[in-house]
């Protein structure tokens, strides 16, 4: 299992390493970063000192060392020293990008960490609710509500919630507020984008989890389980259910990468200052630094996320771990 997990460890590096190469060559390697960090009225010697100032008088390739070395010993600017990690500095603010990463993470995390608990919570119930019932009209009713719920976006349900929850003046604008400091504010802030991002979730795990449920409830091992005379819910939970989860894991790591990579759009819908909000805000501004650096650091959350979820394989299903 380390042997395992220690090539996927090296495999996930050299993905990382060839995905911000090729990023950083073709962010800075098609224009001229900076006369975009300088704005339209900007003079030659004043692109000249942003070439000095920034490194970006030497060539491509030794950029793009300097950005590699700059990550794990940090580097020196003319402007300061930029410690490590150092993705640079952003065009737009002048601060080190990682520690607006940083800045910006908490409320990321929120977001994510709350929408998978309620969404994992309700969208696993009723699935293996409907799957339980396999049949009935409560299972046909779960399944034709989450089908319904599939198809739709938070693009669409955010700002139906937003009209018909704040703007209506039952609850306040969504924010983000320290769970340190006020651990009510923060959980009321998040509590409607928790609840929209739960109604697209949900429907995806109730669908998911009913389906390896019942295949489970096929398998070999859970039938011999009933021939010994255990009781069905017995069966269920101690047999079937763990041998579903495989696939709600699989599922589940890449969406909490991916929301933890930065939930874009509804950062940008319910105007939350997070990593998916800093994302779209350096593309509209050509902040190339920073968009290099969100980039970066989502494709390493994903990686971590995956290689995560290999090893949990091995803890949910023993077959896994002796292969």
Not at 108 to 121: C, E, H, K, M, N
Not at 173 to 200: C, D, H, Q, R
Not at 230 to 254: K, N
Not at 296 to 307: H, R, Y
């Amino acid at each position: 299992m380390l042997q395992f997990l220690l090539r996927r460890t090296f495999g996930a590096v050299v993905i990382l390493l060839l995905l911000s190469a090729f990023t950083f060559f073709v962010f800075f390697g098609a224009g001229d970063p900076a006369a975009m960090s300088c704005g339209k009225n900007c003079t030659a010697d004043n692109i000249a000192l942003i070439h000095q100032n920034l490194g970006l008088d030497k060539p491509l390739p030794t950029q793009f060392w300097d950005f590699l070395v700059g990550i794990f010993a940090g580097r020196d600017y003319s402007i300061g020293h930029c410690s490590a990690p150092c993705f640079g500095y952003s065009f737009a603010t002048k601060q080190d990008v990682w520690s607006t990463l940083i800045d910006r993470l908490p409320t990321t995390a929120s977001l994510a960490i709350g929408g998978a608990a309620v969404f994992l919570t309700v969208g696993l119930g009723t699935g293996l609710l409907a799957a339980y019932k396999r049949g009935s009209f409560l299972d046909k009713a779960l399944t034709s509500v989450s089908m319904v719920l599939s198809s739709a976006q938070i693009y669409i349900l955010g700002p139906i919630a937003l009209g018909l929850f704040v703007y209506s003046g039952l609850m306040d604008s969504p924010k983000y507020v320290e769970f340190t400091s006020n651990p009510a504010g923060w959980f009321m802030g998040l509590l409607l984008p928790w609840l929209v991002m739960a109604t697209i979730f949900t429907a995806q795990y109730t669908r998911m989890s009913r389906s390896t449920m019942i295949e489970q409830l096929q398998e070999e091992h859970v039938r011999t389980a009933k021939a010994k005379g255990m009781s069905s819910s017995y069966v269920f939970m101690r047999y079937a259910w763990r041998g579903s989860l495989i696939p709600i894991v699989t599922i589940l790591g890449m969406d909490l990468s991916s929301l933890f990579g930065g939930a874009m759009i509804t950062e940008f819908t319910f105007q939350l200052a997070g990593v998916g909000r800093l994302a779209i805000d350096s593309v509209i501004t050509l902040d190339l630094p920073m968009v290099l650096g969100v980039l970066v650091f989502s494709a390493a959350l994903i990686l971590v996320f995956n290689i995560i979820v290999d090893a949990t394989y091995a803890f949910i299903d023993p077959r896994v771990r002796l292969s």
